[in-house]
């Protein structure tokens, strides 16, 4: 019996070590040595000249168009359509534009034709008006005219020997501002009545900032592109221009991250707090104990515009999470944030673009504005939080401005475990 014990006592030894093993690799895991990580965040949206463009259509005498735009504060319109019973003119203000806004923030409305003119592209030798047979009614095909390789001038100082019909007898040009930051432009062909009845052609406009020369510049010769819009109403190449070059941009601005178990920076469907709405609304992080605010290669607290980044870097371990939210400059109190992402896959720590998991936020602390636009956006306003308190929650937006762009277009984030 004594014999029959210590068999059963000894076969039970490998038993009991085996079982002891299989509990030391499931009940008791191997703690990860805390890992260090170098997180960057680079503003890729592209450097665009132009806010917004578009185009008009033909429009006959007596008929108009109406174009409904959004600008801010800053934000200048132009605007080319051409002169069609003639070889080489077109309609269009000044070369930098029309104010939309005056110094005290008060939107330009009304009867805005006395701020445009009859101008010469240079491009074709003038025939007289209504007659021509390279005039676009009367021509074979586009561009058959004699070419003038001239420059860009008010028709007033061409002295070409023709009489043209009174600019206020072919256009009429209203603009009404509908609130907020949204416009409409009638634009009215009113030579129905005038000495030579024309068409307008189909063109193009622009919304643009101060100092610049989007469509033309006076006393330079014209582009490529608005060649074919003064000769023969084609807008087909300034479209393409003006498409490459036009669109939101934005810096983003110093934010801050969290890093472990737990998100302390903001909780999606809860109330901001008064730190996360500052972060939000004004890009300001000291409610925060961990941020990002100097950009790469600078050594002073700054936003980030396209092509720069921040880089932070820190110590986690398994079960951290990472957090983090940067404000998107151009509106009330959006941000682009990562909620709460595992920075291990079981021993492996996280590594590569992270750009799929950003999210665009609303803070819900302000009444939103068009993106770019908005008087209460902080490249406008007065002062930090200035405008409309809207005592909303965190959540995803999904109402945003049209000239929004894809989240990949915005923001890029990378992560690498430190060497």
């Known amino acids: 019996m004594k014999f029959t014990n210590l068999l059963l006592s000894l076969s039970a030894i490998p038993l009991f070590i085996a079982c002891s093993d299989n509990d030391d690799n499931n009940d008791d895991p191997v703690n990860l040595p805390a890992t260090e990580f170098t997180v960057t965040i680079e503003n890729s949206m592209t450097p665009f000249d132009y806010y917004a463009f578009g185009g008009t259509d033909l429009i006959t005498p007596g008929n108009e168009q109406v174009i409904t735009f959004n600008a801010g504060q800053g934000h200048y319109l132009n605007l080319a359509t051409m002169f069609v019973q003639s070889n080489d003119l077109f309609y269009a203000p000044a070369d930098d534009g029309i104010a939309l806004y005056n110094d005290d923030g008060e939107a330009l409305t009304g009867d805005i034709t006395n701020q445009f003119y009859l101008w010469d592209a240079g491009t074709e030798v003038n025939e007289m008006p209504g007659t021509g047979e390279n005039q676009a009614p009367r021509q074979s095909g586009p561009n058959t005219g004699t070419e003038e390789n001239g420059i860009v001038r008010l028709i007033s100082d061409v002295n070409d020997g023709y009489t043209y019909p009174a600019l206020s007898d072919v256009i009429e040009v209203m603009l009404s501002h509908d609130g907020g930051t949204q416009f409409t432009l009638t634009l009215r062909n ?38 074919p819009i003064a000769e023969d109403g084609d807008i087909t190449s300034m479209n393409e221009v003006l498409e490459a070059t036009t669109g939101l941009v934005s810096p983003f601005a110093p934010g801050a991250f969290s890093i472990g178990e737990s998100n302390n920076l903001f909780s999606i469907g809860s109330m901001a707090s008064q730190a996360f709405e500052m ?39 398994e079960n951290d999470r990472l957090s983090f939210a940067t404000m998107l400059v151009q509106s009330n109190d959006w941000v682009l944030a990562i909620d709460q992402l595992p920075l291990f896959d079981g021993n492996t720590p996280l590594s590569g673009n992270l750009s799929d998991y950003i999210q665009l936020l609303d803070a819900g602390t302000e009444s939103d504005q068009y993106a770019g636009a908005g008087m209460y956006q902080a490249p406008r306003q007065s002062g930090a939080d200035q405008g409309p308190s809207e005592e909303g929650i965190i959540n995803v937006e999904e109402s945003l401005s049209s000239n929004v762009p894809e989240i990949s277009s915005m923001l890029n984030i990378s992560i690498q475990v430190t060497e």
């Open 190 to 227: 009113i030579s129905d009545n005038s000495s030579l009845p024309t068409p307008l052609a189909p063109g193009n406009w622009v919304v643009h900032y101060d100092g610049q020369y989007p469509l033309f510049q006076e006393g330079v010769a014209a582009s490529s592109s608005l060649e």
């Open 279 to 317: 972060l939000a609304e004004d890009g300001d992080v000291s409610g925060f104990e961990n941020v990002f605010n100097t950009p790469a290669s600078t050594d002073a607290p700054a936003p980030i515009f396209p092509g720069q980044s921040y880089t932070f870097t820190f110590t986690a371990s």
